[in-house]
């Protein structure tokens, strides 16, 4: 059904057509039964969604991982994703059911429904459309450019598009998600919580470990940085709100639906620990040390075998919350003016956030999730340390 050509292969918008957007048969027999018209269906329908998925995957990696984008050009990419059908016709079991249920009208593309979309409406649509529309917006949104976070960062972080996004999607994790990460250095930021470790490699070059600290010290009392504090703050209050779920043996069930979601709520930490982090003034548990990627996982026992008494669930989970609601009673503005000293009182963060990244964290198998437990570990017994960056 599907060509066996690699998709990294692809390098222009037609390629992609060619492997996975809708396949027209142009010598179909002219007498054609309702059973085959269904498979035709099927066969575009599913590409066009591979289409979709693969645009996605695309958007997403490149918003949390902050790497390279497709070298298909985006512009006529964008014009060949569609809005996927109404899923009670996607789920037809059979010819007959998909007659009854098919529209005599097509699907749109994205770019042409862009005017209709309603914000409430998204929010209960069904999540690959609305991933779909979401990244479609993401794609739009003007080129991080001034990683300097000078004054005129300011212009472009009111850009109109950066504001219609945030009004449509005010409600969904996922847009602030992309937001909180849209408005920071986000290699910085790890190579710095990581000490010298990002993404599973170690920065060998002191000057580009510094050059990173330096650059992290600019943003943090900047804009751009209060911007990604307020979106992390959504972020991580949206994830506690969530109603607690015990499993049948008493076990405190993750809230995670996505794969993904632990980084989006691990990253959201180190925001909220970078934003506060001049102003912060922790009680030490412990001494300060250097995070070695090789022995992760026995630092993670390490610090789960600590002598301090852990606090409980709920009272991290309150402080967190308490930080957080605070942290968003202040407009953008006001999270770079005020001297309010919650800003400073990331410790119940941090360990919430650990917390529920331990969850996830089923037999060590995830690299990167054990590493964002040891990370957010290590933060809390190096909390005296007050020059990271």
Known sequence: MFSDQSPGDTSSADDLLDRFGPQFDTQASKISSPSSEWYKWINNEARQRLLGGCFIFDIH?????????ARAPRAELSS????????NLWV?????????QRSDSNPQPIHLIEQDIDSQAMCSTWSFNQTLVICWFVSRLPPQEDFTYSNEYLSQALHPDIENFVDLFSAIPLAHSYMAMYHTPLRSLLAVAGDTWIFAQKISSPSAFHAAQLQLKTWSSSFAAAQAAHHACQIIFQALSSPTVFSSDGIMVSPVCCMSDYWSLYVSALICWSF??????????GTSGTLTHSNSSTQLRAVDTDDTPPPTT??????????????LQLSTEELITSKARMKRETAGIIDTVRQQLELENVGNKCGLLVDSIVVLGKLRKTASKTHWF
């Open 61 to 69: 990696q490149s918003m949390y991982h902050q790497q390279s984008r």
């Open 80 to 87: 060949l994703l569609r809005k996927p059908c109404p899923e």
């Open 92 to 100: 037809a079991s059979n010819p007959s059911e998909w007659q009854a």
């Open 276 to 285: 506060g982090h001049r102003y912060q003034d922790l009680p030490t548990n």
């Open 314 to 327: 709920s009272d991290i989970r309150i402080k967190a919350l308490t930080f957080v609601k605070e942290m």
